[in-house]
């Protein structure tokens, strides 16, 4: 297994502080710099700190939109269906922005269906994927009539279809199988290879779409796979069709009817200023291009790619603090707020809103680390950064994806605020909750 790329690097040191980086190319990051400082659309962080506080979660609504339509231009040449990954960023309005847009929403649970129905997506345009489904869950889908349940075992298959005998509804199923590509990705989120927990082997495939094509009470309507996240080439989508196209061809001969080949998500971002933006027009090429003698629709299933980048982070210096070592900035978003670094040592460019000053300011080698008692409660490790003091607004960037949905009360940490952005408009879509909130919460029986 192999670990490209510069996103998966830890303890690397990066020898040129991203904030020149980020200052000659904001964009990427989803990201403008008028009078000197970053804002997100028109709407100046600085603003957004003093009016929500911090750390709080901000997502630029034309950032999701562009990558949506970028995508869907480049899929154009043949029929697909882009059903965005729900757990990517479940905020009701980016739900309700790309439910707009035409999107359709891939959910691992029923509730993120319940999510997605309430931002108003039809349940004919959600797939539920997931390797473990509960029976409430799979009668709540069939109940809703979802486009298709994407079975990921014989087991499931055959639960799937006791559930759907006892429903009047006719229940479309898709295999997910496991084509084995490796999609050269951190081992965390390669989900495609033989030793992952998902999907159908591919030698069990045709065996458990006969099963299908038989069973009563559901209908093979198509084999999907879903191989990995952040994946920066289009070869590894490529390879999944080719070892897909054998099965297809025998699922055919065996008397099946498909009629959407899901391919998954997985198209990478960029994360540091050095990261090759995904080249969705060649990658979309070639995708049409091998599927063009497929008679049946596309399904892809993006997440990351289409909010990861309309996101920051928005939070405080509390203080700095010298180590015998090394220097700390300790920020007031830690581990609970934003996972990814502490579970994947995953890189997070991490620059001041007042970005123009900082240019020309001291650099120095710090770790960003947040409050929590834990070792691993950082954002970054050995990282390259202007000198920051105390009350200084930092950013932490690509967080739109991942992020607020990961993230936890641990340490009796209310979880961040979310604001959404559209030009100059904003509104707090999530408000902070007090702590009192938290433990009115829970009750104590008499007797403790
Ligand atoms: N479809 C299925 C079946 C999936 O399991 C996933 C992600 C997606 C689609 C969307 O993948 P995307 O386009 O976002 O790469 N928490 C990790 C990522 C875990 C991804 C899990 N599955 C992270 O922070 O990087």
């Given at each position: 297994m192999t670990c490209t790329g510069t996103v998966w690097q830890p303890?690397?040191?990066?020898?040129?502080?991203?904030?020149?980086?980020?200052?000659?190319?904001p964009a990427r990051f989803g990201c403008r710099i008028v009078d000197g400082h970053l804002q997100?659309?028109?709407?100046?962080?600085?603003?957004?700190?003093?009016?929500?506080?911090?750390?709080?979660?901000?997502?630029?609504?034309?950032?999701?939109?562009?990558?949506?339509?970028?995508?869907?231009?480049?899929?154009?040449?043949?029929?697909?269906?882009?059903?965005?990954?729900?757990?990517?960023?479940?905020?009701?309005?980016?739900?309700?922005?790309?439910?707009g847009l035409g999107a359709g929403a891939d959910i691992v649970s029923v509730g993120e269906m319940h999510r997605a129905?309430?931002?108003?997506?039809?349940?004919?345009?959600?797939?539920?994927?997931?390797?473990?489904?509960?029976?409430?869950?799979?009668?709540?889908?069939?109940?809703?009539?979802?486009?298709?349940?994407?079975?990921?075992?014989?087991?499931e298959l055959e639960r799937v279809a006791a559930r759907a005998r006892r429903s009047?509804?006719?229940?479309?199923?898709?295999?997910?199988?496991?084509?084995?590509?490796?999609?050269?990705t951190h081992p965390y989120l390669a989900t495609g290879l033989r030793e992952s927990k998902f999907g159908i082997p591919m030698t069990l495939a045709r065996k458990v779409a006969k099963r299908a094509i038989d069973l009563e009470g559901v209908e093979l309507v198509g084999i999907a796979c879903h191989i990995g996240s952040?994946?920066?080439?289009?070869?590894?989508?490529?390879?999944?069709?080719?070892?897909?196209?054998?099965?297809?061809?025998?699922?055919?001969?065996?008397g099946g009817k498909l009629r959407q080949l899901d391919l998954g998500g997985g198209m990478s971002i960029p994360y540091a200023p050095e990261d090759a933006v995904f080249d969705v027009e060649s990658w979309g090429r070639a995708v049409v291009e091998v599927t063009k003698d497929l008679p049946m629709e596309l399904v892809l299933e993006p997440g990351r790619y289409l909010v990861g980048n309309a996101g920051v982070l928005l939070t405080r210096v509390i203080n700095t603090k010298r180590g015998e070592d090394k220097g700390f900035v300790i920020?007031?978003?830690?581990?609970?707020?934003?996972?990814?670094?502490?579970?994947?040592?995953?890189?997070?460019?991490?620059?001041?809103?007042?970005?123009?000053?900082?240019?020309?300011?001291?650099?120095?080698?710090?770790?960003?680390?947040?409050?929590?008692?834990?070792?691993?409660?950082?954002l970054a490790e050995n990282r390259r950064s202007p000198r920051l003091s105390t009350d200084d607004l930092v950013a932490v960037l690509s967080a739109g994806a991942y992020g607020m949905t990961m993230a936890s009360t641990y340490n009796t940490r209310a979880l961040p605020a979310e604001v959404v952005v559209r030009g100059d408009q904003w509104s707090v879509t999530r408000p902070r909750r007090p702590i009192a909130e938290l433990i009115a919460e829970e009750s104590v029986p008499g007797w403790v």
């Open positions: 303890g690397l040191m990066n020898l040129r502080a991203d904030h020149h980086g980020v200052a000659a190319d997100i659309e028109d709407v100046d962080l600085r603003v957004l700190a003093k009016e929500v506080g911090t750390p709080t979660y901000v997502y630029g609504l034309a950032h999701i939109e562009a990558q949506y339509r970028g995508l869907a231009k480049a899929v154009g040449q043949r029929p697909t269906s882009i059903c965005y990954a729900v757990k990517a960023n479940s905020s009701q309005a980016v739900l309700k922005l790309l439910g129905m309430a931002a108003g997506i039809e349940p004919a345009r959600i797939v539920f994927s997931g390797v473990g489904k509960r029976d409430d869950e799979i009668d709540a889908a069939i109940e809703a009539g979802v486009r298709s349940i994407n079975v990921e075992s014989e087991e009047t509804r006719p229940v479309n199923v898709s295999l997910r199988v496991n084509p084995d590509v490796d999609p050269a952040q994946i920066t080439e289009a070869s590894p989508y490529l390879d999944s069709v080719a070892r897909l196209r054998g099965l297809l061809a025998e699922i055919a001969e065996d920020v007031d978003a830690a581990m609970n707020d934003l996972l990814r670094p502490a579970l994947y040592q995953a890189r997070h460019t991490i620059v001041p809103v007042a970005i123009e000053a900082a240019l020309s300011v001291e650099e120095e080698t710090v770790d960003l680390v947040g409050p929590v008692c834990e070792c691993g409660d950082f």
